[in-house]
């Protein structure tokens, strides 16, 4: 919030200074007008920067959140990759029977699907 009140604080004495040259000056529409796009930029440019600083903080956090989640996918998949391979290494008979009748049903799905 004080970026935003040195924001206007600045707006305002430029606004002053261009309202003092204004009336010094052959074109005071000119001037005016001038200065009013002068206190519209500033003020753009305010909100532009909360935007963007705003925008920056999220994507931040959501980077920070994906890289957690991914390094749980991971020991997740190790840890189910181990048991995996542990109950193969237990029961060869059904693990070949599994093996079997997975390649029939995608055989099956492939041949309708044609």
């Known amino acids: 919030m004080t970026t935003s009140t040195s924001s206007s604080n600045s707006a305002a004495k430029t606004s002053k200074k261009i309202d003092d040259i204004a009336t010094h000056t052959e074109s005071p529409l000119t001037d005016k007008a001038t200065s009013a796009a002068h206190l519209a930029v500033d003020s753009l440019s305010s909100k532009a920067a909360t935007a963007e600083q705003s925008i920056?903080?999220?994507?931040?956090?959501?980077?920070?959140?994906?890289?957690?989640?991914?390094?749980?996918?991971?020991?997740?998949?190790?840890?189910?990759?181990?048991?995996?391979?542990?109950?193969?290494?237990?029961?060869?008979?059904?693990?070949?029977?599994?093996?079997?009748?997975?390649?029939?049903?995608?055989?099956a799905l492939f041949r309708r699907s044609k």
């Open 56 to 107: 920056r903080h999220g994507a931040s956090s959501s980077a920070e959140t994906l890289t957690e989640k991914q390094k749980i996918a991971r020991e997740k998949l190790s840890e189910y990759s181990g048991k995996t391979r542990q109950l193969a290494a237990e029961n060869p008979l059904a693990t070949a029977g599994i093996a079997f009748a997975a390649g029939m049903l995608v055989t």
